[in-house]
């Protein structure tokens, strides 16, 4: 049983970069062949699609957040990690990571076979 858990603060001042980190147990993130996201859902809206590492290490990005998501991962840890720059209130939300099969379309949320239970983040000053 894959399980994953996201943690990182869960307060950012606003201008300042959110930093989450994904710690994934019961399977590797190098497994041939999966895709681990990052999803996030502001309060009152839907589920927004943020950005994928591959289980070879390529990384996409959702093109409206690319200019501010970066997605890395250390392999020796089983962890990969999400920072968000020049953060603004409109950016509070819970935050997931998620895996789902390297060839389906990582749009489509419902693909997605295990996610974590998600962290709530902040945006305040």
């Known amino acids: 049983q894959v399980q994953l858990q996201e943690s990182g603060p869960g307060l950012v001042k606003p201008s300042q970069m959110l930093s989450l980190t994904c710690t994934v147990s019961?399977?590797?993130?190098?497994?041939?062949?999966?895709?681990w996201s990052w999803i996030r859902q502001p309060p009152g809206k839907g589920l927004e699609w943020m950005g994928a590492?591959?289980?070879?290490?390529?990384?996409y990005y959702s093109p409206s957040l690319k200019s501010r998501t970066s997605i890395s991962r250390d392999t020796s840890k089983n962890q990969f990690s999400l920072q968000l720059s020049s953060v603004t209130p409109e950016d509070t939300a819970v935050y997931y990571c998620?895996?789902?099969?390297?060839?389906?379309?990582?749009?489509?949320?419902?693909?997605?076979?295990?996610w974590g239970q998600g962290t709530q983040v902040t945006v305040s000053s």
């Open positions: 998620a895996r789902v099969d390297y060839y389906t379309d990582y749009l489509r949320l419902n693909e997605y076979d295990y």
């Open positions: 019961g399977g590797s993130i190098t497994t041939s062949y999966y895709a």
């Open positions: 590492i591959t289980y070879d290490g390529s990384t």
